[in-house]
């Protein structure tokens, strides 16, 4: 493929901040959880263009005991999208024409409703196409999950439990909008096991909030050393129905390690399975590391879900959410968007 033609496709994110009043006039935003509409002609749907979307955010989700898409993904052909679209929350709208330089790509958050994500690809061929989307997937697909996020957490102000929140924030000196429905489980110096159960039966979902001293970057963000400091923290305070039996990694399925940018700081996940030593229990988890800089502390949170009869997909995306509100003494809540630039990777 033409060498010029990847490195002049460019990837813009705007990211457009709103004001309070502006935030009051947009409508709620519609659609299902975890669902993604695709504009686009009918024809390239149904072609190569199509089976690369798909494929792109229709693949697998993983890191979850059965099969699970990233999103459900929903089809409108171009000639049919009219304003009763327009709200939807996530939505991806494909443009192929030959008549363009270039491929391109725009993002922009709440156009048409709040919370909103609305991603626009332009380009000129299927190849292109392709090239914006492999090199862009991991991008795209953080910022639709972080507008899942966004509705989650707009949820939880409304829906919040006073009672725990002021319970971790005096224990713990950090604040997390916990929802109703929560109860602190097991509360020490420096950990607390946030708890959710009796919903629906066989349902049991977690938060572990660990506070620990920072010492060693180098040590304290290493894959084993996460890994083995989960599994130290489960196996003391997240026992099974059975005698002896407690909570540990999966091993034949070592987890994944990623660097991400957590609310503007730097934090590891690592995404895995669970299991129960000694007993037949398991199901995700999701754990985040990072650091208070002011008070110098290390930070892990580890979110995890038990529900054999049900998907798992949204259920671990809600206590992801739920993480997600953590602040640290000082802070704000990061609502603000800033305006970036990206160039596509070189090869």
């Not at 072609?47 to 898409?69: C, H, I, S, W």
């Not at 914006?132 to 991008?139: G, H, K, M, S, V």
């Not at 959710?196 to 001293?213: A, H, N, V, W």
């Not at 026992?239 to 700081?265: C, H, V, W």
Request: with cysteine.
């Amino acid at each position: 493929m033409n060498r010029l033609f990847l490195l002049s496709a460019i990837l813009v994110f705007i990211f457009a901040s709103c004001g309070t009043e502006e935030r009051k006039r947009k409508a709620s935003a519609t659609g299902r959880t975890g669902e993604l509409l695709v504009v686009m002609d009918k024809n390239h749907w149904e072609g190569r263009a199509g089976d690369m979307v798909k494929n792109t955010f229709g693949a697998y989700q993983e890191m979850l005991p059965q099969p699970e898409t990233k999103f459900d993904v929903r089809h409108i052909d171009k000639a049919n999208f009219t304003s009763l679209f327009e709200t939807h929350r996530n939505l991806l709208m494909v443009e192929i024409d030959p008549t363009l330089e270039k491929a391109r790509l725009e993002s922009r958050s709440n156009i048409w409703s709040r919370p909103q994500r609305v991603v626009r690809i332009y380009a000129p061929n299927d190849s292109l196409l392709e090239v914006t989307l492999e090199r862009n997937a991991r991008q795209l697909i953080d910022l639709y999950l972080e507008n899942e996020r966004e509705r989650l957490i707009s949820a939880y102000r409304l829906m919040s439990n006073p009672q725990v929140r002021n319970a971790i924030e005096e224990r713990f000196n950090v604040k997390l909008l916990v929802p109703e429905g929560y109860f602190i489980a097991i509360e020490e110096e420096n950990f607390a096991w946030l708890r959710r159960t009796g919903t629906k039966e066989d349902l049991d979902m977690g938060l572990l909030l660990t506070i620990l001293p920072y010492t060693d970057p180098d040590v304290d963000f290493d894959y084993d050393v996460i890994w083995s400091r989960r599994d130290s923290i489960t196996k003391r305070h997240i026992a099974g129905q059975l005698p002896n039996s407690y909570m540990t990694t999966y091993e034949d399925i070592p987890p994944n390690y990623r660097e991400i940018n957590f609310k503007g700081r730097y934090a590891v996940e690592l995404r895995g399975l669970w299991k129960m030593e000694g007993d037949f229990m398991g199901g995700p988890f999701v754990n985040y590391t990072m650091v208070d800089e002011t008070t110098g502390r290390l930070i892990n949170i580890d979110v995890f879900v038990w529900a054999p009869p049900f998907d798992k997909r949204d259920y671990l995306r809600q206590l992801e959410a739920l993480a997600y509100t953590l602040e640290f003494p000082g802070e704000q809540d990061l609502e603000e968007e800033e305006q970036e630039e990206f160039d596509l990777a070189e090869e």
